[in-house]
């Protein structure tokens, strides 16, 4: 049963920083691109970085680029998100999730059979 769990989140002040962190079960987590999204009060769930099968290209939404950083772990099926400069907007839920395909964040899609893990909540607020 493909399994992801995220971690890391937390209450940060504008201009601090956090990592989350995706721990992956159940399935090949190194075949397969992932994806971090994150969902804000309100708003649709959106992308926001995808990275490709072995790590060696990555891609960002616009608002986060520059400040985000994804990485992975295929030998621990680990894929984190490094976040700096973090700014009140990027408040919500973060997910990740394996993708169909490594491609814009735009286009990305979860893979079929993956299933929404309970997130991490990221607040920045002074």
């Known amino acids: 049963q493909p399994q992801l769990v995220e971690s890391g989140g937390g209450l940060v002040q504008p201009g601090g920083s956090l990592r989350l962190s995706c721990a992956a079960s159940?399935?090949?987590?190194?075949?397969?691109?992932m994806g971090w999204f994150r969902q804000a009060p309100g708003k649709e769930r959106e992308g926001v970085s995808c990275?490709?099968?072995?790590?060696?290209?990555?891609t960002y939404s616009d608002s986060v680029k520059g400040r985000f950083t994804i990485s992975r772990d295929n030998a621990n099926y680990t894929v984190y998100l490094q976040m700096i400069s973090l700014k009140p907007e990027d408040t919500g839920v973060y997910y990740c999730?394996?993708?169909?395909?490594?491609?814009?964040?735009?286009?990305?899609?979860?893979?079929?059979?993956?299933?929404w893990g309970q997130g991490a909540q990221v607040t920045v607020s002074s």
């Open positions: 999730a394996p993708v169909a395909s490594f491609t814009t964040v735009q286009a990305m899609k979860p893979a079929d059979f993956a299933s």
């Open positions: 159940g399935f090949g987590m190194d075949y397969y691109a």
């Open positions: 990275i490709s099968r072995e790590g060696g290209s990555t």
